[in-house]
């Protein structure tokens, strides 16, 4: 499985951006599917994650109520919706697909396979 993320950029606080994650090379419909993130000198962190029929989502507490995970199975493609973006969410954002059969949801060892990520730079 390939994942290409995009839909990085700068912005100023307080805007919006939204992230796309398109695979290819396999379906991942039926996947559960994440969103971490990577700020400079910092570890990867959880964001946000979406079972495989979009009926569920899980999001990190510094994000929730300001991002919204979706996706587009048709597409093959997951998406994160960002608003009311703060400085401290700079970070590259990377998009990850479950590993077959982990329970593991909010953390890097529940998932197999990673995009190479996009930058989101937020300005204050």
């Known amino acids: 499985v390939q994942l290409q993320a995009s839909g990085g950029g700068l912005v100023q606080a307080g805007g919006s951006l939204r992230l796309s994650c398109a695979a290819s090379?396999?379906?991942?419909?039926?996947?559960?599917m994440a969103w971490f993130r990577q700020a400079p000198g910092k570890d990867r962190e959880f964001v946000a994650t979406?079972?495989?029929?979009?009926?569920?989502?899980y999001y990190a507490d510094s994000v929730k109520g300001r991002f919204t995970i979706s996706r587009d199975n048709a597409k093959n493609t997951v998406y994160l919706q960002m608003n009311s973006l703060k400085h401290e969410d700079t970070a590259v954002y990377y998009c990850?697909?479950?590993?077959?059969?982990?329970?593991?949801?909010?953390?890097?060892?529940?998932?197999?396979?990673w995009g190479r990520g996009t930058l989101v730079t937020v300005s204050s």
């Open positions: 990850a697909v479950e590993r077959p059969g982990s329970t593991v949801v909010g953390a890097i060892s529940g998932y197999e396979y």
């Open positions: 979406i079972s495989w029929s979009g009926a569920s989502t």
């Open positions: 090379g396999r379906t991942v419909s039926n996947y559960r």
